[in-house]
């Protein structure tokens, strides 16, 4: 099985700064690599697919980058809806994993 | 716009089987792009793939932690797919969310809101 860890696992901002959230596989997997935002009592929403690639109608502070086993999501200006659980999720094989998750709060 | 609704008790006793199924809305589950699939989240966790299936049953993964006690179908005839999992205990309390995931990417990008499954007596 293909292990994913997330680091950290939560983290404490202000509004406006720039907040990355890393995560690592425990083989390589290319850039079959997917983030998602849950906000509380929501079910989660796909943010970057294929490490990199924006989903339609995501705001541009978030990317992500990254290949083979090091990956990371960066929000360029938190803003106050950022306030959510970021979980990222392999796709090399078709057994899937998640992270277990960043909880990012607003200072 | 695509929907998905999960439906299903929302209480099962232990060692029953819990079954659930989820019901595409909006578009033709019979896409060949997608897989569709089951996802679950115990309360204050982390999420946990469960098992995906391809439109005409032909492919189906499921999570080797799970896969002697998980069975997930499609009925393309009603536009929904179903999971069953058996002999469950507490440790199965969730919340269960259906999606639709990229058939080369893997990536959910449509949910159902969830459904919260209770095991208890």
């Known amino acids: 099985d293909i292990q994913m860890t997330q680091s950290p696992s939560s983290l404490s901002a202000s509004v406006g700064d720039r907040v990355t959230i890393t995560c690592r596989a425990s083989?390589?997997?290319?850039?079959?690599l997917n983030w998602y935002q849950q906000k509380p009592g929501k079910a989660p929403k796909l943010l970057i697919s294929?490490?990199?690639t924006l989903q339609s109608g995501v705001p541009s502070r978030f990317s992500g980058s990254g290949s083979e086993t090091d990956f990371t999501l960066t929000i360029s200006s938190l803003q106050p809806e950022d306030l959510a659980t970021y979980y990222c999720?392999?796709?090399?094989?078709?057994?899937?994993?998640f992270g277990q998750g960043t909880k990012v709060e607003i200072k | 716009q695509l929907q998905l609704q999960e439906s299903g008790p929302g209480l099962v006793k232990p060692s029953e089987t819990l079954s659930l199924t989820c019901t595409v809305s909006g578009g033709s589950i019979s896409n060949g792009n997608y897989y569709w699939g089951w996802i679950r989240q115990p309360p204050g966790k982390g999420l946990a793939w469960i098992a995906s299936?391809?439109?005409?049953?032909?492919?189906?993964y499921y999570n080797p932690s799970l896969k002697s006690r998980v069975t997930i179908s499609v009925d393309t005839s009603k536009n929904q797919f179903s999971l069953k999992l058996s002999s469950v205990t507490a440790a199965d309390t969730a919340v269960y969310y259906c999606a639709r995931l990229g058939y080369t990417s893997g990536a959910g990008d449509y949910w159902g809101q969830g459904i919260l499954v209770t095991v208890s007596s």
């Open positions: 299936i391809y439109y005409s049953g032909s492919n189906s």
């Open positions: 083989q390589t997997i290319s850039t079959y």
């Open positions: 294929a490490a990199s």
């Open positions: 999720q392999h796709s090399y094989s078709p057994l899937y994993t």
